[in-house]
């Protein structure tokens, strides 16, 4: 009987450990970093809710002001389609 309890806590260790070091490290964000060059972002912040026809789908990672131009950094999951050519239109929420 003790050899059974020794094999269940053994069993019972291994995926403790396994389990969390496999969700951590071994899951891969199967997202894309989509970027777009606007004349204005008046209202567009790190963090910002990014949607594509009112549906979130993303996040905005950076805004970097680039002269004339401000360039948008958005992080979105690889299974969102865009659109051949996007028209940002009030498409990022605060």
Partial sequence: MNTRK???AMLVVTLAIALPGWYIFGRTDQSKTVYADFSYVGGIYEGSKVTVLGVGVGTVT???PRGTSVRVAMSMPNSVDLPPTPRPMSSIHR
């Fill in 6 to 8: 020794a094999v269940t």
């Fill in 62 to 64: 950076s805004v970097e």
